[in-house]
């Protein structure tokens, strides 16, 4: 960046160190005194010096703004009758406003975002504030709409998400939406307090959505209101990857793009009515607000109808515009009234790619031009390549996703997508008058969508189109975008292309080293936090990786093996697994495997022999999947590298109940013994006492997440263990672990590790000291191998 371009765009230097001021607040804690102390004086000592030293001067007041970026950021205390100051989990009576519509996720399911009025503390009602989100089971009465006031007996408490490494933080997502509790309730529990109605910009969103799902066919209903309206929520989860693997899902995202389109329409249409310039700008700016409002306030919304603003006001005002000041002054607008905004996702991607388009589309145009490209060919490329490259380190960083297609799937699929968008526009604008012109433009239309449905398709099943990565380092992130600064002005600058060439080679270093640091020496084993079900890695020092289960998944519940496991396995990074175990069929330990086995090479498929029962999409993936299966049977030893594996049940003998004939693994590698009991129950455990296999072991999961009915005392007599891990969710209706089953484990002196509490447990041992660390209490616990006796399998 020359001092040129940031004459032209004053503003990038504050924007940026807002942002910086706003990342620091993460971590820097001062009080709000302090901070407000240290900004004046800073901008006193800017104005005093700025006639003898105007670069200092800069850099004092740009100081100055991360102080005030630290401040905007720093958590509102909260007033004193909001919700969460009446410390209560557990039932609780709310009375609210929806904020929103609510999104229905599963058929029986839907999601509220309730602004708390009142709380009822049994008798009395008390004045409440605050934001509660709620899941909603069962199907209501009358549909529910934003701005209605309901009454509901809900169970509330603070957010808890799966605690695992390189996870998502959703509680952390929730604070900065202002959600400090989250609860269920039935929907008998719910009862209207006033009638459903709609202000008109959700009652335009909802006749629009309407219209489009009654005149076109499912699949592409769902796809124009994305396009639209980026209302995605009906779309195909086929359709969804599809446009994901394709590297063109950003056209569901209402952005720049749409705004574009929507303005580049109003302006058209009314310069051909020989409206004046200035007019036709203010019309567009009322009709850019009123898009902003129908749709909502994701942050690419925001961002672009704001540069379309200034852009406008550029217009009305006959002045210059320029593209990377108006990008500067959005970042700095939405983040002073939304700072956590810069932590999500869709606000990263959102102004990451547009700074790439304006910032490398001049130099990568020329470039291609040069190379005897034609100039609209150029131009497109120029984009496409652009955007990605910004984006590159974000989609990796937070989806573990790079599209090999993208640039060259989005010449085909944006002026295609803009071409239905703008039909689209028009259908529902028609479809506001008499006769059979909207019926016919939806016809016209359904056509578009079925090709610009064909292309994507047709680019997802490329093989490669999309590589799954791990989250890159962040210094690999920095000298990426170090790279993509200093690219446009590297002709005829050597040194600038020694340095262009050291950032990239550190890029590539960096992201290498996650492949290289992969340990050789050492048996680590991950005891996911997945919420109330198992999933169990093993990765063994010379080399196999076994998965032990999968978590819950499958329809009406969040499916962890996509939002959990996959996101796990791929920051590791692991992209073959040699063996997936499957303990019983019970859907909180298979529900998750469906989405492992569509997302990851796969050796074998271990099982016990059990007919399935359920986990239909499981079944289904292994076919498709094509893995070898294996029934595994008592009295089985399998070597794994140097490990040995002694399959411990079931045996072969009358039918048992599912969680009785679960598969019993135990694993011995250099003293060091794991017991895997799958969900045995007290029936289980005394025919494996009976049958008299290995039980002496160092670390034990606990069976069926630590029931009143498993772990009994002769079981625990005859395996002794010394660590003890029970995977089992937070707030479970079943109430596992119970307090009769933690009282045997510490009566036979384990140490108890919980993922309900201490979020995945990693057990790393090199055979001489095994090290257990708590993930979500960041501690570790120490304990050597010659204290133990017993461990090791007969050989």
């Known amino acids: ?120 503390l049994g008798p009395e009602r008390l004045p409440a504030t605050g934001r509660v989100q709620l899941t909603i089971y069962g199907e209501l009465a009358s549909p529910l709409g934003e701005g209605q006031r309901v009454r509901v007996d809900a169970r509330v408490h603070p957010p808890i998400g799966y605690r695992n490494p390189g996870s998502f933080d959703y509680p952390a997502h929730l604070r900065r939406e202002g959600i400090l509790l989250v609860g269920h309730a039935r929907a008998e529990r719910l009862t209207a307090l006033t009638p459903d109605a709609p202000p008109w910009r959700v009652a335009m969103k909802r006749w629009a959505v309407d219209v489009i799902a009654t005149r076109l066919p499912e699949t592409s209903a769902a796809l124009l209101a994305g396009l639209l309206l980026g209302e995605r929520s009906t779309l195909p989860p086929t359709s969804d990857e599809a446009f994901r ?124 031009t040069v190379r005897g490209w034609p100039p609209w060919l150029a131009g497109a490329a120029a984009v496409s390549l652009g955007a990605q490259a910004a984006v590159t380190p974000l989609m990796a960083a937070h989806f573990n996703q790079l599209s090999l297609i993208g640039v060259v799937a989005n010449l085909a699929v944006v002026p295609l997508a803009a071409v239905a968008t703008t039909l689209g526009m028009a259908a529902l604008m028609v479809e506001l008058l008499p006769g059979p012109g909207g019926p016919l433009l939806f016809d016209c239309l359904w056509l578009v969508l079925l090709i610009l449905r064909a292309l994507v398709a047709l680019a997802a099943a490329l093989p490669g189109a ?43 270093a960096l992201s290498a080293w996650p492949w290289l640091a992969l340990t050789d020496r050492t048996l680590r084993v991950t005891f996911l936090d997945v919420g109330q079900g198992d999933a169990i890695l093993i990765e063994l020092p010379d080399g196999p990786r076994v998965l032990v289960d999968g978590g819950p998944g499958g329809a009406r519940r969040l499916d962890v093996g996509e939002r959990v496991l996959a996101p796990f396995l791929w920051n590791r990074p692991i992209g073959h697994l040699d063996v997936v175990a499957l303990s019983h069929w019970d859907v909180d330990h298979s529900g998750g495997l469906a989405a492992v086995l569509s997302r990851f090479r796969v050796g074998e498929f271990w099982e016990s022999g059990r007919a399935p029962v359920g986990a239909l999409d499981t079944v289904a993936a292994l076919a498709r999947a094509r893995v070898p299966r294996r029934a595994l049977t008592a009295g089985q030893r399998i070597w794994l590298g140097h490990a040995l594996l002694t399959v411990l049940g079931p045996a072969p003998g009358p039918p048992l109940a599912a969680n009785d004939e679960s598969l019993v693994l135990r694993l011995d590698w250099r003293g060091v013994s794991l ?37 009994g005392a002769p079981f625990l007599e005859a395996a002794r263990p010394r660590i003890a891990v029970i995977s089992v969710g937070a707030r479970n209706p079943f109430r596992h672990p119970s307090p009769e089953a933690i009282a045997r484990l510490e009566a036979a002196g384990a140490r108890v590790y919980r993922t309900d509490r201490d979020g995945a447990v990693i057990l790393e041992t090199d055979g001489t000291v095994v090290r257990v660390t708590a993930w979500a209490r960041r501690t570790t616990d120490t304990f050597r191998l010659e204290d133990h006796e017993n461990t090791a399998a007969p050989g």
């Open 1 to 120: 960046m020359t001092d040129r371009s940031l004459a032209a765009a004053p503003l990038l230097p504050p924007a940026a160190a807002f942002a910086i001021g706003i990342a620091a607040a993460s971590w820097l804690t001062l009080p709000s005194w302090v901070l407000l102390t240290v900004g004046t004086v800073l901008l006193l000592a800017a104005a005093a010096i700025a006639g003898r030293g105007p670069r200092l001067s800069l850099a004092l007041v740009l100081v100055a703004v991360v102080t005030l970026g630290v401040l905007r950021a720093a958590p509102p205390a909260l007033p004193d009758d909001h919700v969460a100051r009446l410390g209560r989990e557990g039932a609780l009576t709310l009375e609210g406003r929806l904020a929103q519509e609510p999104v229905r996720w599963a058929p029986d399911r839907m999601r509220l975002l309730l602004d708390v009025e009142a709380a009822h």
């Open 245 to 368: 693997r394709a590297g063109v899902y950003h056209i569901l995202a209402v952005s720049g793009f749409n705004v574009a389109l929507l303005a580049g329409a109003v302006f058209g249409g009314l310069a051909l009515c020989g409206i004046p310039r200035r007019a036709v700008a203010v019309i567009a700016a009322v009709v850019l607000i009123g898009f902003a409002l129908v749709v909502g306030g994701q942050p690419s919304v925001l961002r672009a109808t704001v540069m379309g603003l200034l852009l406008l006001a550029a217009l009305l005002l006959e002045r210059q515009s320029q593209l990377p000041n108006a990008l500067a002054l959005a970042t700095l607008l939405l983040l002073l009234w939304r700072p956590g905004d810069l932590w999500e996702p869709g606000f990263q991607l959102s102004f990451a790619a547009t700074a790439g388009i304006v910032y490398l589309t001049p130099w990568l145009t020329e470039r291609l």
């Open 466 to 508: 999309m590589v799954h990565l791990p989250a890159p380092m962040l210094a690999a992130s920095l000298a990426w975008y170090a790279a993509l600064l200093l690219a446009p002005g590297v002709a005829g600058s050597r040194r600038r292309r020694a340095l262009l060439g050291l950032l990239l080679l550190t890029v590539a």
């Open 675 to 711: 017991l895997l009991p799958g969900d045995l129950g007290a029936r289980g455990e005394a025919l494996l006492l009976e049958r008299g296999g290995p039980l002496p072991t160092l670390v034990l999961k606990v069976a069926h997440h630590g029931s009143r009915s498993s772990t």
